[in-house]
Nanobody, 126 residues
């Protein structure tokens, strides 16, 4: 059973930065063959697409609300995906989840993803 473990969440003031990490716990999982993504969910809201990256790291797309501020990257040798978040705003406050898709194309719907982590809380104060 694939498990994803997020880390790096916390509390920060508006304008600050955080870097989230998500690591796969399964040694033989073909990490580099899978699309990875970050989503987030604020209280009372639906889970929202943040960013996704291809298996080799050459392609990525971002949600409109984070474009120009967040950067997704991955280190396949470490089975880890990252989300660098800059210029954070109070509206970025949410639980952030990483997810794995067994397909090739970059997709933005939660239903497209097969495995999910437990989430890490990010709180941005004004």
């Amino acid at each position: 059973q694939l498990q994803l473990v997020e880390s790096g969440g916390g509390s920060v003031q508006a304008g600050g930065s955080l870097t989230l990490s998500c690591a796969s716990s399964v040694r033989d999982f073909a990490f580099s063959s899978h699309v990875l993504a970050w989503f987030r969910q604020a209280p009372g809201n639906e889970r929202e697409f943040v960013a996704t990256i291809s298996g080799d790291g050459s392609r990525s797309i971002y949600g409109d609300s984070v474009k120009g501020r967040f950067t997704i990257s991955r280190e396949n040798v470490k089975n880890t995906v990252y989300l660098q978040m800059n210029s954070l705003k109070p509206e970025d406050t949410a639980v952030y989840y990483c997810a794995v898709d067994s397909g090739y194309f970059l997709r933005t719907m939660t239903s497209d993803y097969d495995y999910w982590g437990q989430g890490t809380q990010v709180t941005v104060s004004s």
